[in-house]
């Protein structure tokens, strides 16, 4: 998992851009085939085109870029159809009207998206569609949180920071992987009690994912909200300069680096 960036990958945002300013492009691009102004460009659509090409031209593409965005498995059979959709339209476009210029424009569709599909398909993007557990940037806040902890009413451990779904500690004793814990510990004079799974251990402490029930994740919630207004949250998990769009941009220039999110 790509731990060094906290914020979703800026080609994946581009791209939902570029989809969803895609309408006005294309209303640009036609005025300029058709040697019409934009006015009447947008004329000739409302009126001179089928409805359902109309539509196609317009909402498809936005629609395609949202689905892009919210980046969930089911967004991304949801774009791939998107994308048929275009095709389709833009086959039909040139049945109508078959000349040169028509022919090249659908060239010029076909290759674009061919070239977002290959991306797709790509095993390190794909994979970030299909596998929540590798989006990093949904990761929940995580909180600075020193206080002890008795694990399963037994020997203490020390809990070095804190999320709504999981801890990280320290513990004297070898704990396995998916052993199941029972976690009590008490911090402005309230009590909390939650189960948890080892899900990883490292040299310098035990991550655990809790098990919640609906009672301990109100508990967590409301822990969540006190030590964020304590501005206790873990600042190295936020989106920092080197996080931003223009440092990706050099990066990529200079070492191609970036264009796959890496997991």
Known sequence: MNFNMKRKPWAIVILAALHFLAPFGNLVLNAYRGGRDLSSQWYFWTHGVPKPLFLTYILIPP???ILIYICKRWSYWGYLLCLALIFISNVYAYWTNMTPATLLFLVGVIVADLLVVAYFVVPSVKKVYFDPRLRWWEA???????EPVLVNKGLEGFIQNISHGGLFMTFPEPLMEMQTLELTWYYDHESYVISGTVVYKTPKGIGVKFTH??????????LMNILNKKGL?????????????????VKLIRTREGLFPKV
């Open 140 to 146: 929940a806040p995580r909180y600075v949180f020193d």
């Open 213 to 222: 029930t609906q009672e301990s994740s109100d508990a967590a919630r409301k």
């Open 233 to 249: 949250i873990v600042k190295e998990r936020l989106p920092g300069p080197e996080d931003s769009f223009g440092t990706w941009l």
């Open 63 to 65: 629609i395609a870029g």
